[in-house]
T-cell receptor, first 115, second 116 residues
Framework: AQSVTQLDSQVPVFEEAPVELRCNYSSSVSVYLFWYVQYPNQGLQLLLKYLSGSTLVKGINGFEAEFNKSQTSFHLRKPSVHISDTAEYFCAVIIYGGSQGNLIFGKGTKLSVKP | NAGVTQTPKFQVLKTGQSMTLQCAQDMNHNSMYWYRQDPGMGLRLIYYSASEGTTDKGEVPNGYNVSRLNKREFSLRLESAAPSQTSVYFC???????????????FGPGTRLLVL
């Protein structure tokens, strides 16, 4: 069975510092990979996704992620965070070629940006 | 263009009561989903509908029923609420046609349900 592991449940960081949120997945087949962000008291919105092609994917708000097939990882990075990036971030995976392709979510990482 | 809307935003129920959570999307999407979000658990799929007239169970369907009323609307019903169903419920939709599993899902703002 596929699963997604987000290695850190909480990440505190100071404003303008770089941040990396880690995500690993387990799958013996190809996958699509996603990062979603949830701001307080809101629904989720897509940050970025990897389907194929370049392993470095750029998303909204200056975030990027790199797909590493050998390490089965899809870590999210931002070189300089802002207070407004405080949110919960979810990594998710879809099985490639599935007829329905349901998202499997990690448990989330709460990013707290301090002034 | 409102995207995905959910009603109500917040609800308190007593154990054994029933209720229906409503979801509608105005993006002409084919697929719709219901998730529940619990602290430290991420989001778990309850039911989904790949197209109008079809529904399928997700990871945690017990205690819930769904209806895909038409292409726009997908409701979630709790027939006899239990405290274990206290959660935040999210509806989502995607354009996803069969085989195109990569489509982005768009989420509603959520319904916060408390079962006493």
């Amino acid at each position: 069975a596929q699963s997604v592991t987000q290695l850190d449940s909480q990440v505190p960081v100071f404003e303008e510092a770089p941040v990396e949120l880690r995500c690993n997945y387990s799958s013996s087949v190809s996958v699509y990979l996603f990062w979603y962000v949830q701001y307080p008291n809101q629904g989720l919105q897509l940050l970025l996704k990897y389907l194929s092609g370049s392993t470095l994917v750029k998303g909204i708000n200056g975030f990027e992620a790199e797909f590493n097939k050998s390490q089965t990882s899809f870590h999210l990075r931002k070189p300089s965070v802002h207070i407004s990036d405080t949110a919960e971030y979810f990594c998710a995976v879809i099985i490639y070629g599935g007829s329905q392709g349901n998202l499997i979510f990690g448990k989330g990482t709460k990013l707290s940006v301090k002034p | 263009n409102a995207g995905v809307t959910q009603t109500p935003k917040f609800q308190v129920l007593k154990t054994g009561q029933s209720m229906t959570l409503q979801c509608a999307q105005d993006m002409n999407h084919n697929s719709m989903y219901w998730y529940r979000q619990d602290p430290g658990m991420g989001l778990r799929l309850i039911y989904y509908s790949a197209s109008e007239g079809t529904t399928d169970k997700g990871e945690v369907p017990n205690g819930y029923n769904v209806s895909r009323l038409n292409k726009r609307e997908f409701s979630l019903r709790l027939e006899s609420a239990a405290p274990s169903q206290t959660s935040v419920y999210f509806c989502a939709s995607s354009e996803a046609l069969s085989g195109l599993a990569s489509e982005t899902q768009y989420f509603g703002p959520g319904t916060r349900l408390l079962v006493l």
